[in-house]
T-cell receptor, first 113, second 114 residues
Framework: GNSVTQMEGPVTLSEEAFLTINCTYT??????LFWYVQYPGEGLQLLLK?????DKGSNKGFEATYRKETTSFHLEKGSVQVSDSAVYFC????????????FGTGTKLQVIP | EAGVVQSPRYKIIEKKQPVAFWCNPI?????LYWYRQNLGQGPELLIR????????DSQLPKDRFSAERLKGVDSTLKIQPAELGDSAVYLC????????????FGPGTRLTVL
């Protein structure tokens, strides 16, 4: 079955530091890949997505590139802010008709001033 | 535009008691999802509705969990009786009808079973 593995947290960074959160996946075919963010006390929000190999999703300064050769979708941001503190979930959705979304376990990011 | 609304936000009950969660999806969204999110884990799908029909309930523990979506709008998820292991956040999400439509999540109901 489909699965997503992401780096364990918490990740603690100083403001303006570079962020990478690793995500790798296992799936057949050509899944769509997502990053969701969950701020404290809120539901998940879609941060960015990529639907085919070599696509780059980007939003709010975050980027992730769909790498089929390494089955990865790492999340990056060049300069984090305190307001980026949240839990980040990598997820995939299989190809072909309806497929449910499979989430990783989440990585908590703490950005300190 | 109003987002997905869930209530209550928090619920504390003793084991063996019943509990119900309510979800109002975004207006016009035909697809509704219930997820369970255990502490430190990602959400796991319990059930998916297309309008009023439950089209995927394979992960719903049917001995104690039930759900309904009367009239294809609001939905209720019930647990009876609750067990200690049911403590989790129950998330509702909704999406439109297109294949790649984004799922919009509600804030969740945090259930604590004592």
């Amino acid at each position: 079955g489909n699965s997503v593995t992401q780096m364990e947290g918490p990740v603690t960074l100083s403001e303006e530091a570079f962020l990478t959160i690793n995500c790798t996946y296992t799936a057949t075919g050509y899944p769509s890949l997502f990053w969701y963010v969950q701020y404290p006390g809120e539901g998940l929000q879609l941060l960015l997505k990529a639907t085919k190999a070599d696509d780059k999703g980007s939003n709010k300064g975050f980027e992730a590139t769909y790498r089929k050769e390494t089955t990865s979708f790492h999340l990056e941001k060049g300069s984090v802010q305190v307001s980026d503190s949240a839990v980040y979930f990598c997820a995939l959705k299989g190809s072909g008709g309806y497929q449910k979304v499979t989430f990783g376990t989440g990585t908590k990011l703490q950005v300190i001033p | 535009e109003a987002g997905v609304v869930q209530s209550p936000r928090y619920k504390i009950i003793e084991k063996k008691q019943p509990v119900a969660f309510w979800c109002n999806p975004i207006s016009g969204h035909n697809t509704l999802y219930w997820y369970r999110q255990n502490l430190g884990q990602g959400p796991e799908l319990l059930i998916r509705y297309e309008n009023e029909e439950a089209v995927d309930d394979s992960q719903l523990p049917k001995d104690r969990f039930s759900a309904e979506r009367l009239k294809g709008v609001d939905s209720t998820l019930k647990i009876q009786p609750a067990e200690l292991g049911d403590s989790a956040v129950y998330l509702c999400a909704s999406s439109g009808t297109l294949l790649y439509n984004e799922q919009f999540f509600g804030p969740g109901t945090r259930l604590t079973v004592l």
